[in-house]
């Protein structure tokens, strides 16, 4: 059981603002229409629907109310019709202290032994023989108690059944016509009174005992719209709720517009940048799961989950502002909407307790009118009666919780006829059938989706209401009410379902913006008042039990319960819903909802089975849209590139739905039946054809498109449907106009699909005729796939696709044939397979006509070879020959290399002969040995005739089975015909010794031991049977050794004796049992017949039993006597007293004679024998004691109670005085006659009274007097009051005394109404009147004198309302006032005082329209104060006149200015106070601003910011004083200064943008615009003289347009300075900003006109920062100042213009050459580098990357003496000096330890050798640097192998030369070698890239 939380409350009204209490009624909602179907109407429901389609869709719902459902059985578990006939008790009796009707039960009902009685069993007793009147005339009462009381007689007496019938009348039999009688009268008389009578009501329950256990959900009402949660129908057949929130969509809870939002939802954007590539790379979709498609997530602030901006519902077009929060984190606020779903089991009566707890808060123990719990439902909406909690059990799956409609699957209750519950189970109206119907679209379905296919149970309550929504798929939908209290509807046409959404988005803005797709989520309600002013048609429905209420597709509805209930509803779609589906399935692709069944899928199958023929208009439309969609799709991802293609999974059941589940869009999250886009990257993940942009980031080339059916097919699918309609299709053409051809560009030409298409059949064409070339193949059925899903137009391409298809198949097949077979003969022993026979000659029978495949030539003498090994084997099965020669065959076959079918069945045959040889030997040397299983020789016998070989054991075989079968028939022969004893032991002792094990000898050897057994115990018990009395167990055991006896298969001699001797036993058993415990008469008369057959009736139990039967026989004689004549009731007691002594006499007997018979003195109270006559008479005894018991209630004094009194009726005192003649017994009635007579005197009293009353009440005259006339209406009103005391107390239901409260009611009231004569009333006063007068009955209502009061108080109600009063509203007219004193001549009731007042308005009415002639007749002397005081002194004496309409008129126009100027100021200034305070604070800052340019500021050290004269700072720059307090906000940095530094000049020295502060206050903010004032003072023109207002804001006005022409002339000034001092333009910008700060005024081209002279000043400044400063800046920002120079428009003449351009040419031209001598490999000269080091290093650019490539540059290595050119170097372990390899002549990996030739010049050689000239040696390009590790010595060796070898091959042999000499003579070298050589580092010089911008 669910509870939402509490949420702020909230209205939407038609004005946009709250209901206030004193607020007009709003317009009532008219009704929706009601059908009633004929008979023949009622067979076809969806015939029906369709009928009455053009009129009720106009509405959208309707209402159908059907009985013929009603008839089904009350319900039949004891729970739920308790819970039934409570409620029917509980209606019946009526409001508390009325009394209890006729008819009802005054006590439980119990059965006559004081056993209660069970109503429910007794009820559905009744009921299955037609209730009360059948069962009474056609005598089923016998039944009727047989089937209540398990203890019944056979025979049933006729008092119990007299009995049974009464308390049958007496408790149930109003409860029977309450659950027959029809509700037909409830559609239009109740709606009238406004009143639910619940005694017309059905008791139709479909609930058993699943009710106990029902799921009920809870929500929480809080003031405001309506909301509701549908989990509806599981899409995933999804989700199945045992406990559902929803209603229909249904609802539990109320919340309003502000309940949802706390407020406007700030969005923003996740910004990617280059560091977090591989966050937003992690980052997936939490829709298509996908981390594609950056740029396009949506990064919740909250949670940081993401969204891509085309998966979200709906779909965004750009990122958007602020701070932007997913769905979850929004609804997981305090202050979310919707409702909080519970699973908490809730039973069916804690429910109903709940319901009946919030009834008595909201309306007490009085039983409210469907009006009045309408108009308190809609109060507590509209947040004007508190907070309420309720619960709904909603979207209860019947499946689980159980149907209100029978079922077939459902068990048949006993109660119920059968043939009535198949009938109900297959009723067209019955919800479980009604999707199915035929004509139903749904009829496919096979998933059992819970709402559409299943339907769903619905409880109810007081206020549980559903919410505003649409039906899946715009589904039609069906709902009937089972039972309870009213369900109200309210339905909007589904052609007004656009204009519905928007009043909704313009009514509850903040919660769409918060959600757009907040209609799907029905948790929004809005009062029908809303609409309907804004002029959408509402209607409304009263559903009652019993009643159908049908919604039409796109309809909206909701509505709420007016009490406890149990509906159910499902939803259905005949063919006219298809377009609506269509509409509904765009629908959840736009907003990413998953559907619920795959709508292309629905039209698919349904025009494969066919539809009627008056569908097929809307089908056909659908159709042929879905052929085009796809079409233009498809043809789409064609023209953008996917040219792959693959056809969907065939379905295995093609005709039905729901078979299997299609993959769904990421995106869209729709159901892909037709098509889809995949891509390898995602191998999971399916996208339709519409959003394959959004699958990931492959090229189109690597999607695929997946597709089920080709556009030929569903093209020729529309035309037949179209043909179906009557119309004559040869082709396509309607499919095809408009759509122009595709073609896309290929290889910079454009071609077309066909040509395309055709281009391909050629080529594929020469493939097939060529060599199989399996590449050749594949690559063209690749192509293929790019055509195979169109049209018509590509069954050839489709054709030839299948060709090469087969061709390569099959080409495929011979090859892996011949692979196989050669396999085998090369490895016999390894193969573990063999090809089959009938596979390759199924390849030679196929053979490829357009192949040519070498191998088949081969395979076809295979085949050959196989059919004369296949002859051979049969020719050797069939002429039975040896297994020697089989096993030579199969030897032969096995070496085959292909694998026979007869191979296997030559190997069998081999194996079975083998087997049966050896067996067979075996059993023959058993025979040889001992004993011979028969079984092992049936089963030898049997194999033999298998066998397709020849041997000599065969015929030793059959000699031996035929002995064995002669042995085994005699043995049958004496099974079947049961021997006697004796031949059978003869037979057996002559077959002792036989070797043949046979059953059937078994057998009989059995048989013979167990004779012999029985006749041992038979003899053994006999002997002893005489001396034993324990006849019980005597029988017992007789009778076991009896069937043992029978079930013998022999004859023996003993069996007829123990027989005679078991039936003697029994008899004597039954007298036993006769004398202990009670017996009929007959059944003791029939033991002693008996025991006389048996002769054995001289026993002594027999002989006792004679004699109870003669005193048994005298008792009944006297009895019925008694009761055929009458007696007194003493009588009867005294006869039955002396039957129990009689009884007790005889019990004593039995123990003093019978000692072994102990057990029967147990039962001593019970009775010997039955008597027939002896219910009959405790039954007399019982009624007499009941109508004596009733007769106390009438005789006894009547003492005041506490509780409710409970009166008697005269009717059941008449009733008891004339029962005691219709009895047996006698009873005395004087008392009760003395009653009764006492009753009769007092009506007649009574009725003298209502005749003076009614003589009074016929005077049509009141006179000029109304005191006599009170007088004796008082005197009548104090009689009748005494006689209903006296009424009272007699305690009896009197119809009379009813008349008389009424009467008194009456008198009462005109007493009230005569008492308004001699004064003035209130009018709520005569309204209450006029309200109770509805009240009285309708007979006392009519008479004249009611008549003439009434006629009075209408009057006198239209006198006060003419009253003018200042409170009211809308003003009377005079001429109203006029007719009403003039009808008052016409009115017989004198009301002189309100005549006299009413003149006395129309006297001050004419003296305040002079006053207002004489205002307007002189306009100098007119003023807005004397205008004002005719406006209030019209308000209180005025009637409604042309005067006061146009005093009215100005006001509200002058007002309407000043509501204007207040709200164009309030809202910007942020200011409570009156309009005339704000404008005077607008003009004092006005002049604070003007004071600026002026000089007394400084010299009276006046504030910039306030203008006041206290202690400030003053500005060391601009001189200005100023508050800290007042700049305090417009700085945020801190200043490092001593001086104090205003933040003006502190923000423009630095040249830096504005500070936020600075920004905010120059910006509009809070202040209104100069242009806004300007408008209001010209509004005003022709307004009325005096006021102030006015007057100042046309000075404010001209200040501020003063102050605006001098700040844009010095702007103007600053920004056309060009020169070289920034303090020109500085000055004029500080003055323009502190006016702008100080001015309460706010100007745009002001604001602007500062804005970019600020741009270009801070762009000056930056530029005189690099000049000045000292410090180089980067490149990059000297071009973006460039740029942005150009950007602000500088003029080229501008002085920080040229320097800004001066210094980008240097640098770039620096940058282009230290780049190229960068990377010149040393070709510049070190010179020049180092001057181009020292040239940089002067720059005003920060370029030290550049320079450090350059000094990089200038380092030398090596012996060459050459820069760093990325060759492969080493270092000397010793000096650490580089060199290269070639250049000291190093191959290979490098050595473990290297020292260089100045170090160690033969480096532990002789020799070394020295590098050839570059134009000799091979210059490898090797990658690795100076630090490459050395390699393993196992790789050193390896490498120089192939160097020697290598060396070996050349031509040009290597000159080995000292090295050292070679130094040591170049003098020069060697000079060079020492002086630049440098101990330098091991760790390898990586050679940066340089960074320059050129």
Excluded at 943 to 960: D, F, G, K, T, Y
Excluded at 1095 to 1110: A, G, N, R, W
Aim: aromatic share 8%; glycine share 6%.
């Amino acid at each position: 059981m669910g509870k939402g939380r509490s949420l702020p409350a909230t209205t939407a009204s038609p004005s946009g603002c709250s209901f206030g209490s004193d607020a007009p009624a709003p317009a009532p909602v008219p009704e929706a229409p009601v059908f009633r179907p004929t008979e023949e109407e009622f067979a076809d429901p969806l015939a029906y629907v369709a009928r009455i389609r053009p009129v009720a869709e106009r509405y959208g719902i309707c209402r159908i109310p059907i009985h013929r459902l009603l008839a089904r059985p009350a319900p039949a578990d004891p729970d739920t019709f308790l819970l039934d006939y409570a409620r029917f008790l509980k209606a019946y009796r009526g409001p508390p202290g009325r009394g209890r009707k006729k008819g009802l039960p005054k006590s439980p009902a119990a059965l006559s032994d004081g056993r209660p009685l069970d109503l429910c069993r007794l009820f559905h007793a009744v009921k299955r023989f037609g209730g009360y009147d059948g069962a009474c005339e056609g005598r089923r009462w016998d039944d009727v108690v047989r089937l209540v009381d398990d203890r019944a007689p056979r025979h049933v007496p006729e008092c119990a059944k007299h009995v049974l019938a009464q308390l049958y009348h007496e408790h149930l039999y109003e409860y029977e016509k309450f659950t027959n009688k029809p509700v037909s009268s409830q559609d239009g008389k109740q709606e009238e009174s406004g009143k639910v009578d619940l005694d017309d009501q059905p008791s139709v329950s479909g609930l058993k005992d699943e009710g106990r256990s029902q799921s009920v959900s809870g929500g929480e009402m809080d003031a405001a719209e309506v909301s509701g949660v549908r989990s509806r129908k599981r899409r995933d057949a999804i989700n199945k709720k045992a406990i559902g929130m929803a209603s229909h969509g249904n609802s539990n809870g109320i919340t309003g517009k502000n309940a949802a939002s706390a407020g406007p939802r700030k969005r923003k954007s996740r910004k990617v940048d280059d560091a977090e590539t591989n966050k937003v790379d992690d980052q997936v979709c939490e829709q298509c799961d996908s981390g594609l498609h950056g740029d396009a997530m949506l990064l919740c602030d909250r949670c940081d989950k993401g969204w891509h901006l085309y998966c979200l519902s709906p779909p965004l077009e750009s990122v958007p502002p602020g701070n932007w929060y997913c769905s979850d984190c929004m609804n997981s606020d305090s202050d979310c909407f919707g409702f909080v779903e519970r699973r908490k089991t809730c039973l069916l009566d804690a429910f109903q307790r709940f319901d009946e707890k919030v009834k008595r808060r909201w309306f007490g123990q009085r039983r409210p009118s469907r009006v009045q719990v309408e108009k308190q439902f809609w109060e507590i909406v509209e947040g004007r009666a508190g907070e309420l909690e309720v619960m709904y059990g909603s979207d209860m799956d019947t499946s689980v919780y159980g149907s209100g409609f029978p079922r077939l699957g459902d068990p048949v209750p006993p109660s119920v006829d059968l043939e009535m519950w198949q009938k109900y189970c297959s009723s067209p109206w019955n919800l479980n059938n009604f999707p199915n119907l035929p004509g139903s679209v749904l009829r496919t379905v096979q998933d059992k989706i819970a709402g559409v296919m299943v339907p769903w149970l619905y409880i109810g309550m007081l206020f549980s209401s559903f919410c505003w929504h649409v039906e899946d798929h715009c589904f039609y939908s069906i709902n009937y009410l089972h039972w309870g209290e009213p369900k109200c509807w309210y339905g909007v046409p589904g052609a007004e379902a656009n204009a519905f959404e928007l009043v909704m988005r313009n009514t509850l803005p903040d919660l769409f913006d918060a959600q757009p797709d907040l209609l799907f989520h029905l948790v929004t309600m809005l009062n029908p008042s809303v609409l309907q002013a804004n002029g959408v048609p509402v209607y409304s429905v009263m559903q009652e039990p019993g009643n159908f209420v049908i919604t039409f597709p796109r309809s909206y509805h909701g509505g709420f319960n007016l009490g406890l209930n149990c509906a159910e509803a499902v939803n259905f779609a005949p063919a006219d819903w298809l377009p609506h589906g269509g509409i509904g399935a765009e629908l959840y692709r736009m907003y990413r909802k998953a559907p619920v069944l795959s709508h292309e899928e629905l039209l698919y199958v349904v025009a494969k089975n066919g539809v009627r023929s008056e569908s097929l208009s809307y089908l056909k439309g659908e159709i042929e849209r879905l052929f085009l969609k796809e079409k233009k799709c498809r043809e789409e991802l064609w023209t953008n590139g996917i040219v792959k293609s693959s056809l969907m999974p065939a379905r295995s059941n093609p005709n039905y739905i729901g078979s299997e589940e299609d993959p769904m869009c990421v995106i869209c999250r729709q159901y892909l039946y037709l098509s889809a886009v995949s891509c390898n990257c995602r191998p999971s993940s399916y996208v339709c054809l519409e959003h394959w942009k959004h699958l990931c980031e492959c090229s189109p080339e690597k999607h695929r498109l997946l597709y089920r059916h080709t556009l030929a097919e569903l093209g020729d699918l529309a035309c037949e449907v179209k043909a179906l309609s009557g119309e004559n299709v040869k082709q396509r053409p309607f499919l095809l106009n408009d759509i122009p051809a595709p073609s896309k560009k290929v290889k910079d030409r454009y071609i077309s699909y066909a040509q395309l298409a055709e281009d391909w059949l050629s080529e594929s064409d020469r493939i097939l005729h060529m060599p199989f070339l399996d590449t050749a193949y594949s690559t063209a059925l690749e192509a293929s796939g790019q055509f195979l899903w169109g049209d018509h137009d590509m069954d050839s391409v489709r054709n030839m696709a299948l060709k090469l298809t087969e061709a390569k198949k099959w080409v495929l097949s011979v090859r892996n044939c011949i692979s196989r077979i050669d396999e085998f003969l090369l490895c016999k022993h390894k193969c573990s397979e063999k090809v089959k026979y009938v596979e390759i000659e199924k390849l030679v029978a196929i053979r490829c006509k357009s192949s040519c495949e070498p191998g088949l030539p081969q395979l076809q003498a295979y085949v050959e070879k196989g059919k004369m090994m296949i002859s051979e084997i049969n020719i050797a099965l069939s002429s039975r020959s040896t297994v020697e020669h089989l096993e030579t065959l199969y030897s032969r076959a096995s070496e085959f290399p292909i694998e026979l079918t007869e191979t296997s069945t030559l190997c069998c045959e081999i194996s079975f002969a083998k087997s049966w040889l050896k067996k067979t030997c075996d059993l023959l040397e058993q025979n040889r040995a001992g004993t011979i299983d028969i079984d092992l020789l049936n089963t030898l016998k049997l194999e033999m005739v298998q066998l397709r070989v020849v041997a000599p054991e065969i015929e030793l075989l059959s000699n031996l089975w035929k002995e064995a079968e002669s042995l085994r028939k005699r043995c049958q022969s004496y099974l079947q015909d049961s021997p006697v004893l004796k031949e059978l032991g003869s037979f057996l002792l002559a077959l002792d010794g036989t070797k043949f094990s046979i059953p059937e000898l078994n057998l009989l050897k059995q048989h013979y031991s167990g004779a012999c057994c029985w006749a041992s115990l038979v003899n053994g018990i006999l002997r002893k049977l005489f001396e034993r009395n324990d006849y019980h167990n005597i029988v017992e055991e007789l009778a076991g050794i009896v069937r043992d006896g029978k079930s013998l298969r022999v004859k023996v001699d003993e069996l007829p004796i123990v027989e005679k001797e078991l039936r003697r036993s029994f008899c004597r058993k039954q007298a036993c049992e006769a004398l202990a415990t009670q017996m009929s008469m007959d059944f003791i008369e029939e033991i002693l017949t008996q025991a006389s057959i048996l002769t054995i009736e001289e026993e002594l139990p027999f002989v006792d039993l004679s004699q109870l039967l003669k005193n048994a026989t005298a008792w009944e004689q006297k009895a019925r006597l008694m009761l055929e004549q009458s007696a007194s009731l003493s009588e009867f007691e005294d006869h039955i007293r002396y039957k129990w002594s009689q009884r007790a006499l005889f019990l004593c007997y039995i123990l003093f004679f019978l000692v072994d018979v102990y057990s029967y003195s147990r039962c001593a109270e019970d009775i010997q024998a039955i008597l027939p006559s002896a219910q009959n008479m405790k039954a007399q005894i019982v009624v007499a004691r009941s109508w004596m018991d009733k007769c106390q209630a009438y005789l006894s004094p009547r003492c005041d109670e506490l509780g409710p009194v409970v009166l008697l009726k005269v009717d059941d005192l008449k009733d008891l005085i004339c029962r005691p003649a219709s009895m047996e017994v006698i009873l005395d009635t004087s008392a009760l006659n003395s009653v009764l007579s006492k009753v009769e005197k007092w009506e007649h009293n009574s009725l003298s009274l209502l005749i003076n009353l009614r003589t009074l009440l016929h005077l049509n005259v009141v006179g000029s007097t109304v005191d006599p006339l009170e007088r004796n209406l008082e005197e009548l009103q104090n009689k009748i009051s005494a006689a209903i005391e006296s009424g009272l107390s007699l305690g009896f239901e009197l119809k009379v005394l009813n008349e008389l409260k009424d009467c008194l009611l009456t008198v009462g009231w005109m007493l009230r109404a005569l008492s308004f004569c001699s004064r003035i009333p209130l009018l709520e006063d005569v309204d209450r009147a006029i309200e109770e007068a509805v009240n009285l009955p309708a007979s006392l209502l009519n008479c004249p004198l009611a008549t003439l009061l009434m006629s009075g108080l209408s009057w006198l109600r239209k006198a006060l309302v003419l009253l003018p009063e200042s409170e009211k509203s809308v003003k009377p007219k005079l001429e109203n006032a006029e007719n009403i004193l003039a009808e008052h001549q016409k009115i017989a009731v004198p009301y002189s005082i309100m005549t006299a007042e009413l003149e006395d308005a129309i006297s001050k009415h004419k003296s305040w329209t002079e006053q207002c002639h004489a205002f307007f007749m002189l306009p100098d002397y007119q003023s807005w104060a004397g205008l004002l005081r005719l406006r209030d002194r019209g308000q209180s004496v005025a009637f409604d006149c042309c005067e006061m309409d146009r005093v009215v008129l100005d006001i509200k126009k002058i007002d309407g200015w000043f509501n204007q100027c207040r709200c164009t100021l309030s809202a910007d200034v942020n200011d409570n106070g009156s309009l005339l305070s704000i404008l005077q604070k607008i003009s004092r800052s006005l002049d604070n601003a003007s004071m600026l340019y002026a000089e007394d500021c400084k010299k009276k050290e006046f504030c910039v910011i306030c203008s006041c004269d206290v202690v400030a700072s003053r500005c060391v720059i601009c001189q200005d004083w100023y508050h800290s307090s007042c700049v305090e906000s417009l700085l945020a940095s801190k200043q490092t200064t001593s001086e104090y530094i205003c933040p003006f000049c502190f923000s423009l020295e630095g040249g830096d943008p504005l500070e936020k502060g600075i920004q905010e206050r120059i910006s509009k903010g809070n202040r209104p615009a100069l242009s806004a004032l300007t408008e209001l003072v010209s509004s005003a023109k022709g307004f009325y003289k005096g006021i102030e207002e006015l007057d100042l804001l046309e000075e404010i006005t001209k200040k501020g347009c003063d102050l605006k022409s001098y700040l844009m002339q010095i702007l103007h000034d600053a920004d056309s300075y060009d020169g070289e001092d920034l303090s020109v333009m500085c000055k004029p910008l500080v003055v323009a900003l502190k006016a702008t700060s100080a001015a309460g005024l706010y100007d745009q081209q002001i604001n602007n006109t500062i804005e970019v002279v600020l741009s270009r000043y801070s762009w000056k400044k930056h530029i005189h920062n690099i000049l000045c400063g000292g410090r180089q800046t980067s490149i990059q920002h000297v071009m973006r100042l460039d740029k942005e120079g150009s950007n602000l428009e500088i003029s080229g003449e501008d002085f920080f213009k040229l320097e800004i351009c001066k210094i980008k040419e240097t640098s770039q031209q620096w940058l282009a050459k230290a780049e190229k001598a960068a990377f010149d490999c040393g070709e510049l000269p070190l010179d020049l580098v180092y001057g181009l080091i020292t040239e940089g290093e002067n720059l005003s650019v920060d370029v030290e990357k550049e320079l450090k490539l350059l000094r990089d540059r200038s380092i030398l290595y090596c012996i060459c003496r050459k820069p760093y050119d990325n060759r492969a170097m080493i270092a000397c372990d010793q000096c650490d000096e580089w060199y290269h390899f070639d250049c000291i002549n190093v191959c290979g990996p490098p050595p473990e330890t290297f020292h260089c030739p100045a170090c160690r010049p033969n480096n532990g050689e002789v020799f070394i050798l020295l590098p050839r000239p570059a134009s000799e040696e091979d210059r490898a390009s090797i990658e690795a640097g100076p630090h490459t590790p050395p390699a393993s010595c196992d790789e050193l060796e390896t490498v120089e192998a192939n160097k020697c070898s290598n060396s070996n091959s050349r031509e040009k042999s290597q000159v080995r030369v000292d090295l050292v000499k070679l130094l040591r003579q170049d003098s020069e070298l060697d000079n060079m070698w020492r002086e630049n050589k440098k101990v330098l580092h091991r760790t390898a010089r990586r050679r940066s890239n340089f960074v320059g911008l050129l």
